[in-house]
C-alpha cells in the first residue's frame, strides 16, 4: 500500500509542477493586464496605488516596493514539491513545508509604475 502511495504521489506530482508553471504564467500576465489597465484609469498615483493595493489584497498578494519600483509578492506553496517530497520518502515532505516556513522567498511580479503612463495624444 505504501509503495502505491509513493507512485501515485509521484506521477501527481510530476503533473501538479507543470500545471503549476502553466497557472503561474497565467496569473503574471492577468496581474500585469490589471495594473496596467488601473494605470491607464487612475488620475493620480496615490489612487492607482490604493486601487492596485485593493485588487492584490483580495488576491492574497502584497503590494511591495522594490530597487526596480512596484511589484506584488507573495509565498506561494507548490503541492507539486510536496507531492514529491511524499514520493521521496515522508521525510522530503517534511523537508519541503520546514523550508517553506522559515527559508521560502516571496515570488515577486513587477507591476507597471504609474509615472510610464501613456500620454493622450
Do not use: W
Not at 24 to 32: K, P, Y
Not at 57 to 68: S, Y
Not at 78 to 97: K, N
Amino acid at each position: 500500500m505504501f509503495l502505491v502511495i509513493i507512485a501515485l504521489s509521484l506521477v501527481l506530482g510530476i503533473l501538479l509542477l507543470f500545471a503549476e508553471r502553466r497557472h503561474l504564467a497565467r496569473n503574471v500576465q492577468t496581474i500585469t493586464q490589471h495594473a496596467q489597465s488601473l494605470r491607464n484609469s487612475c488620475d493620480s498615483a496615490s489612487a492607482y496605488e490604493q486601487q492596485l493595493r485593493t485588487f492584490l489584497e483580495g488576491n492574497a498578494f502584497a503590494l511591495a516596493q522594490n530597487a526596480q519600483g512596484l511589484c506584488a509578492e507573495r509565498k506561494i506553496f507548490s503541492p507539486g514539491l510536496f507531492l514529491l517530497g511524499i514520493a521521496c520518502g515522508l521525510l522530503g515532505a517534511l523537508l519541503y513545508v520546514l523550508y517553506f516556513v522559515f527559508f521560502a522567498k516571496a515570488r515577486q511580479i513587477p507591476l507597471p509604475p504609474f509615472e510610464s503612463r501613456p500620454k493622450d495624444v
